[in-house]
């Protein structure tokens, strides 16, 4: 599980900073699907670079099954980056690779080559999210619901505890929104892989979270299963 505990992060050294995150305590349990919502500026990309380590925290604790990874550095920083798996907005795909070797890329950065082994399961994961059949198709002959699944092919390369989704249908139409996220709900139920899902949807909050944080201005103002914080008016 990850323990978030009295996250702060202020940008720049200024007495006054504002801060982007204040105090924010989080739990985030294993096999759990658990939506951030917030608005605009209330701190959703900063916690997520916080999670990645992208960015360090000013002051507080981002606990992952006990350990404190907010020091991490090195190889230590790489291996933790493996199992924290990132899908964007932008869906991040090589544009001059195929289909395959953009899911196969993962292997290749870990271990310097793609094995046989390598490529068969990055053809599986394809299987997964329904794209085999474009293994050898280039991002730009995909439509974005398509990439976004490539990418989610991707995000599993590494087999990961955690699947961080920042925004990952926000440029997407309805339909394939609705796609992608049955996609997670599938692969959450059948690998019991946790999903966060960073958002300011309503929307898709409501349609597969089981938790949800409430996010203003850097804090987190409610917490609690959907039902119990989407209840109360
Ligand atoms: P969200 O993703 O929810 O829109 P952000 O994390 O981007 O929120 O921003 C939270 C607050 O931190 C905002 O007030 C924003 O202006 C500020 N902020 C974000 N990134 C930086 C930065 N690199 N330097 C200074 N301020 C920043
Ligand atoms: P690159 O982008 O590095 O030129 P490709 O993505 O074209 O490489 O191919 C990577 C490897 O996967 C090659 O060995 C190729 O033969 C194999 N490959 C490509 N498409 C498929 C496919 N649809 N099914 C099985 N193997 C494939």
Known sequence: MIEIKHLTKTYGDAEDAPRALDDVSLEIADGDIMGIIGMSGAGKSTLVRCINLLERPTSGEIIVDGQ???????????????????????????????????????????????????????????????????????????????????????????????????????????ASTNTILKLLRDINRKTGVTVIVITHSMGVVEKICHNVAVLEHGRVVEQGSVADVFANP
């Open 68 to 174: 404190d990874v907010t020091g991490l550095s090195g190889t230590s920083l790489r291996s933790y980056r493996r199992r924290v798996a990132m899908i964007f907005q932008s869906f991040g795909l090589l544009s001059q690779k195929t289909v395959l070797s953009n899911v196969c890329f993962p292997f290749l950065a870990a271990n310097g080559k793609v094995t046989p082994e390598n490529r068969e399961r990055a053809l599986e994961l394809l299987d997964m999210v329904g794209l085999r059949e474009k293994a050898s198709s280039y991002p730009s002959q995909l439509s974005g619901g398509q990439q976004q699944r490539v990418a989610i092919a991707r995000a599993l390369a590494c087999d990961p505890e955690y699947i961080l989704c920042d925004e990952a249908t926000s440029a997407l139409d309805p």
